[in-house]
Every structure is written in structure tokens, then in C-alpha cells.
């Protein structure tokens, strides 16, 4: 099944996509709170392109990222980072996730901003200090993710926080794919484009700790909640690795695939045209 969000009247929906219609399930409260299953509803199918899409998550969701989770990306990032000895967790706000075509605007103390590609896991039930047989267990869907980097702010001391968290940079989706639907969440192509120029190409094949260590890493110190969302890192390819380094500025068009998940298309915009 593929899922989207959509707004009713401020309110945050969930529903179900088959072409061009969407089958509501409920409100994402609702649905994360009844074991990430919908309740009926009279309203029928409805039009997609009608839709005010949102982030399918509760507002409250936390978003768990790693970095440094793939060998090639830490070697075109020598002397930034170092090799992580464990998973290198850093966090997310859910105000930062935005739809498909959102315009995301770079600060403008920035370069630019940088892209990374990621699978991101969605979190089907409660977990606390569980193991990573668990874990997977317990991951409902797969989903595409764009973590966008400020990385003037990122790099300028050891907290990633500020540079991981500008407004709109974290594109998501276009859906939510149910577990059931994705073979091998460990075995997808994953890739980034700019202005059609393919610039990341890669497979979570190539992770250096998969999604089940990640999660079962985290749930000893956290509880992680249905919704809560797990970025799972990305691969060579983004700009900081490149001679001379490059970004994405005013104009430019970003665009994240994830096999059997979708695209996401973000256009870059000065922050003055928001």
C-alpha cells in the first residue's frame, strides 16, 4: 500500500493512493495510535490533484539520521569527519519535512545547500532497548529522503543540529510504502539529480550499519514511537565531495529516487522569494 498525508481543515489525514485517488483512512493521529491501521470513512475516494498534501507523520515525530553510514561517502568527506566507530546518530524537526515540489529556500548566510539522498524507515510500534531482529519487525513502511545541508552551519563546530535543520530541507516521500511492498529495503538503488545530471548513484546494499542496527542503537537510550522516522544516511556523490565543491543555489532543481519508492523534485529558491 501507498500512503500520502493530506489536510482537512488544519487537520493532518492519511489515505491511501491508487492512481489518480486517494481512499482516506483516517487522521495520522488516529492511524499511528491504532497500530498504523485506517478507520472506515463515508467520504469515498477522492482526487488526488485536489489534495493539500502534507508529511503522512505525526507533528510530534521524531526523525533519528546517520551519518557517515556508507564507506564511500566517508572517504569523499576525509578530514570533515571522521570514520564513526558506532552509528553516528544526529536529529531532525518534524517542521523541516516537506512534500514533493515544495520550493526549499537556502539561508542566506549559505553557499548554497547540499543534497543526500536516503531510504528512511517509519516506525510501526513502540520500541524500547530492543534487538535488531525487533526492530525490523517493527518498521511499517519505506519511504524517500532528502536530507538537505546547510554546510557552512554544519561544519562550524561538532553539533550538527543548525546545519541539518534549515527551514524546508528535509523533502519527503512521494509516498509511504507499506513494508509488505518493499522486497529488500537493503538492496535499493537510490539516486540524486540536478538539473537532470545524475550526481549521487547508489545501493543501501552498501550500508555500513543497516536499518535494524540503527534502530535497535537508538531504542536503548530512546523510546521510538509509531510515525517516528529513521534516515538511514547516504551515499558518495554530494557536493561537499567534489572539486571544487558544489551546491545548489537559486534556480537549480534537486530531485531524490528511491527504487520501488519514487521521486521527490525540489526546486531551490533565495530565501527572499519565499
Known amino acids: 500500500m501507498k500512503l500520502i498525508g493530506y489536510e482537512v481543515d488544519r487537520v493532518r489525514h492519511i489515505g491511501s493512493v491508487e ?5 482516506p483512512l483516517g487522521t495520522v493521529t488516529n492511524f499511528y495510535e491504532n497500530g498504523c491501521t ?29 551519518g557517515m553510514n556508507y564507506q564511500a561517502h566517508i572517504k569523499e568527506a576525509s578530514g570533515a569527519v571522521a570514520t564513526p566507530k558506532e552509528p553516528m546518530i544526529f536529529g531532525r524537526w518534524e517542521s523541516t519535512l516537506v512534500v514533493d515540489g515544495t520550493p526549499v529556500p537556502i539561508p542566506p548566510n549559505e553557499d548554497g545547500l547540499d543534497w543526500e539522498v536516503e531510504l528512511a524507515a517509519v516506525i510501526g510500534k513502540q520500541l524500547f532497548d530492543v534487538d535488531a531482529a525487533t526492530a525490523m519487525g517493527a518498521v511499517m513502511g519505506y519511504t524517500a529522503f532528502n536530507d538537505l545541508s546547510a554546510r557552512r552551519k554544519q561544519l562550524a563546530t561538532a553539533q550538527f543540529t543548525l546545519g541539518k535543520n534549515p527551514d524546508r530541507s528535509g523533502p519527503i516521500g512521494p509516498v509511504l510504502v507499506t513494508a509488505d511492498e518493499i522486497n529488500d529495503p537493503h538492496n535499493l538503488r537510490v539516486r540524486t539529480r540536478v538539473n537532470g545530471e545524475t550526481v549521487q548513484d547508489g545501493n543501501t546494499k552498501d550500508m555500513i550499519y543497516d536499518i535494524g542496527t540503527i534502530i535497535a542503537y537508538i531504542s536503548d537510550t530512546v523510546t521510538i514511537n509509531p510515525g517516528d522516522i529513521i534516515a538511514t544516511g547516504t551515499p558518495a556523490g554530494v557536493g561537499f565531495g567534489m ?19 519514487g521521486v521527490v523534485r525540489s526546486p531551490i529558491i533565495n530565501r527572499d522569494k519565499l
Open 243 to 261: 572539486t571544487p565543491k558544489r551546491y545548489l543555489h537559486d534556480g537549480d532543481v534537486v530531485e531524490i529516487e528511491v527504487e520501488s519508492i
Open 19 to 23: 492512481g489518480d485517488l486517494v481512499t
Open 38 to 66: 485506517g478507520t472506515s470513512s463515508s467520504d469515498g475516494p477522492l482526487v488526488l490533484a485536489e489534495l493539500k498534501q502534507v508529511p503522512p507523520y505525526l507533528l510530534t515525530a521524531k526523525i533519528f539520521c546517520i
